[in-house]
């Protein structure tokens, strides 16, 4: 018996992604429980949550391990195969969604090493490689939004693998990432690929540009400053989504959509709220519209099946309301511009982090096994 609130959701448009993955989860059947009874259609890793998968889950990964480090695997490699080896087992687990949805939910995301993330040619054969390692056909790529990435993507694609494009924060590059998504839909058409079996999802980070705004705003400590905190990070996003109504309403899409092609999706990530004194819903409620994916922490599944008011459609209709927001942003000096630059800098460089800390942790534990 699926949740109501989450069934809600579903029934909106909204396809909700759970962002987590570990073995545990994997084998305690706890990943299976969400698809069944709070409608969990897919679900998006990153290094920080693989980091922290290993760390608090070591004794899942032993056997794994110990048959790595007999085989002589050295750190980079043994990544590779614990990583993969999860995706794999999510995406098998995840067959019948993608099936009954034709491949439009069902999906399971892993992203490239974000120490690619400004060497091109790395980050597409990186892609490439850990495509043809999962072998599932409902896995997707994550490719981070960088300037480098973008052809990144466009190459990915362009052989026919599912991308799921992170670390978008400016409409601007929204705008850059759509367009690269199209090349790559037009050379993969070229390239004699079926389009209509090639996915993408555009995930737009939500909380992270209120915490960085909201932060400014506190030093300008005005009344006025105070009353804009929470709002950046919807207003965002929903003019993301304006964004994606209009390049999604071209001649050029319509060629590609009558060749097969499925739109690249909104996905709202980074959901989870930071600040304790929001609303624990509010990018979840404040983001029902057609055709989106949600991904989300566990805890804000759980509030979202607790107490989340979904009311349908509330994103589009919101656009004059969302640009004023910016607005008044930019009147009282908070620069929209240096906020998504600098938050980009920081989601890679935190990916980074995370990912030498996964390093580290399967270092220590291939020692140990040895």
Known sequence: MSNPNTAALSKAGVSLWLDDLSRDRLNNGSLKALIEEKNVVGVTTNPSIFAAAVKNGDAAYAEQVKELAAAGADVEAAVFEITTADVAAACDLFSGVYAESNGYDGRVSLEVDPRMAADTAATAEEAKRLHDKVGRDNVMIKIPATVEGLEAITATLAEGISVNVTLIFALDRYRAVVNAFM?????????GHDLSRIHSVASFFVSRVDSEVDKRLEAIGTEEAAALKGRAGLANARLAYQVYEELFSTERWGSLEAAGANRQRPLWASTGVKDPNLPDTLYVTGLVAEGVVNTMPEKTLDATADHADVTGDTVTGTYTEANEVLDQLAALGVSYNDVV?????????????????????????????R
């Open 341 to 369: 630059a600098l938050l980009e800098r920081e989601g890679v460089s935190k990916f980074e982090d995370a990912w030498a800390e996964l390093l580290e942790d399967v270092r220590i534990a291939l020692e140990e096994a």
């Open 183 to 191: 090349e790559g839909l037009e050379q993969a058409r070229e390239n």
